[in-house]
């Protein structure tokens, strides 16, 4: 009898501590950082979430869900010379190339193709300057008062920033559009000859996860937007200048998911108590 209650109350223990450890608020290495439960609305972890910063290759989820938004998928998109070479990750376009859309937008979200980027930009608005106008006007009627845009791509500029809770509202606004969602949650395509590996090693280490994309300059540092499901409920975490961002999010997201059933109060974190 004694041997059994002490296997039961070890079992009790190890049930204890893994629940506190569930509940328990994850710590973070990023400068600011999210945790968004899409389906509510409802933010479960935040760390100076509101403060405007560089925000690199994530500016392309605004560039991919306009394309999704507008553009056949299936169209043909001629490679125009103001879209080769251009700076950074590159999808290493020709000119007079032909593409889908699709698949520069798998260019785009897969590989960050910056190329990509001003080649979707020109297709769809004949100028790049003209597609930032659509982006900037886009982030207006969708509430995201810090955020702007200066380009499609993400190349640094002071002029393109956003913050951790309006990438976070972005993309759970932009994975309710299928054909963003398909493309940011697939791991690897071929076509002709290219072979394009997703950047976002969580598609394959987080057990659930649906995308979305990475981002990195030396100014910037890096920056990680991720999505994952379980059980019918979809969270997003955001992570800027976070030089462990792939254990940060396992972290986050474990923390939110561990929380569907007795959930912790949501954690604020801001620039006082840092």
């Given amino acids: 009898m004694k041997r059994t209650a002490r296997i039961a109350a070890a079992g009790l223990l190890a049930a204890a501590v893994l629940l506190l450890s569930a509940l328990a608020a994850p710590s973070v290495s990023a400068k600011s950082a999210l945790l968004l439960d899409a389906d509510t609305g409802e933010i479960l972890f935040e760390k100076n979430a509101s403060s405007r910063s560089l925000i690199a290759s994530t500016t392309k989820i605004m560039t991919a869900l306009l394309i999704a938004e507008h553009c056949d998928a299936d169209a043909q998109v001629?490679?125009?010379?103001?879209?080769?070479?251009?700076?950074?990750s590159s999808m290493y376009l020709r000119e007079g190339d032909i593409f889908t859309v699709r698949q520069?937008?798998?260019g785009l979200m897969l590989q960050s193709g910056n190329d990509a980027a001003a080649a979707l930009a020109q297709y769809l608005d004949g100028d790049e300057e003209t597609f930032v106008r659509r982006m900037n006007e886009r982030a207006a009627a969708l509430g995201l008062a810090d955020t702007h845009y200066a380009n499609p791509h993400g190349l640094d500029s002071g002029e393109n920033?956003?913050?951790?809770?309006?990438?976070?509202?972005?993309?759970?606004?932009?994975?309710?559009?299928?054909?963003?969602?398909?493309?940011?949650?697939?791991?690897?395509?071929?076509f002709g000859d290219r072979t394009l590996v997703n950047h976002n090693k969580l598609l394959w280490k987080y057990d659930g996860c649906i995308g979305v994309k990475t981002g990195y300059t030396r100014a910037a540092g890096r920056i990680l937007v991720s999505a994952a499901e379980r059980e019918?409920?979809?969270?997003?975490?955001?992570?800027?200048?976070?030089?462990?961002?792939?254990?940060?999010?396992?972290?986050?997201?474990?923390?939110g998911f561990g929380n569907s059933q007795g959930r912790a109060l949501p954690v604020r974190i801001h620039k006082e108590n840092v």
């Fill in 78 to 88: 001629v490679i125009e010379p103001e879209a080769v070479g251009v700076e950074g």
């Fill in 104 to 106: 520069l937008l798998y």
């Fill in 161 to 190: 920033y956003s913050t951790a809770a309006d990438l976070a509202r972005l993309t759970a606004f932009a994975l309710e559009n299928d054909t963003f969602r398909g493309i940011v949650s697939t791991k690897t395509v071929s």
């Fill in 232 to 255: 019918g409920r979809r969270l997003i975490a955001v992570t800027i200048c976070d030089g462990d961002d792939w254990n940060d999010h396992i972290k986050l997201l474990d923390y």
